[in-house]
Structures are given as structure tokens and as C-alpha cells.
Nanobody, 124 residues
Framework: QVQLVESGGGLVQAGGSLRLSCETSGRTFSMYTMGWFRQAPGKEREFVAAITQSGGSTYYADSVKGRFTISRDNAKNTVYLQMNNVKPEDTAVYSC?????????????????WGQGTQVTVSS
């Protein structure tokens, strides 16, 4: 069973930065496409960013493009989300997910494993 554990969430002022981490157990981390999703109260879970197995390709939601950066370190079984110039509308629970087959990376239904999530709150 693959386990994902997020960290790095917290309270930050608008315009500030946060770096989220997601450490994954097991020896097959490099085989997964990894994604970050977020869910705000009363809203559906939405795609934030994804990165392919080798890190060669990255994808972003329009709402975070140019502000957030996804990266991974396969030697550390960890994926990161660097969040810069955060806005109050970025407030949500952020979860990482692993996808065995790279397909429809924006759709949470196509991810196989999920972390518990970490809260990010942006104050204005």
C-alpha cells in the first residue's frame, strides 16, 4: 500500500510564499505521475498541478500558473508545491495524489493514492 504524507501548510499573508511537501512510501515513486489538488469549504476538489514520472513535464491550473511550481525529487520520494504570491482564494486543503497510469491528470478520479491533506490559509 502506498502512503502519502503532506506537510508545509499553515497561515500566510497574501503575497507571501509557502512550500508544500508530499513524501511517499514505497520504492515505486518514480513510476507515478504526481498531482496536487485543493478543496475549499463548500467547493469541489480542483486540480492545481501535476508532474510526470521523470519530472520532464508539468501542468498547471490557469488560476495558479506563474505563481505555483511543482517539482519532485525521486531520490527522496517527494513531490513539492512551491506557492508564491499567494492570494486569499488559494485558501483550501491541499492534497497530493499518485497516478499509476498517466491519463487525464486533471481528473481526481484517475488518481490511485491520496494523502490526508494539509490546510493552507491565506489572510488578506
Amino acid at each position: 500500500q502506498v502512503q502519502l504524507v503532506e506537510s508545509g501548510g499553515g497561515l500566510v499573508q497574501a503575497g507571501g510564499s509557502l512550500r508544500l511537501s508530499c513524501e511517499t512510501s514505497g520504492r515505486t515513486f518514480s513510476m507515478y505521475t504526481m498531482g496536487w489538488f485543493r478543496q475549499a469549504p463548500g467547493k469541489e476538489r480542483e486540480f492545481v498541478a501535476a508532474i510526470t514520472q521523470s519530472g520532464g513535464s508539468t501542468y498547471y491550473a490557469d488560476s495558479v500558473k506563474g505563481r505555483f511550481t511543482i517539482s519532485r525529487d525521486n531520490a527522496k520520494n517527494t513531490v513539492y508545491l512551491q506557492m508564491n504570491n499567494v492570494k486569499p482564494e488559494d485558501t483550501a486543503v491541499y492534497s497530493c495524489a499518485a497516478q499509476i497510469i498517466h491519463y487525464r491528470y486533471v481528473d481526481p478520479a484517475y488518481y490511485n493514492y491520496w494523502g490526508q491533506g494539509t490546510q493552507v490559509t491565506v489572510s488578506s
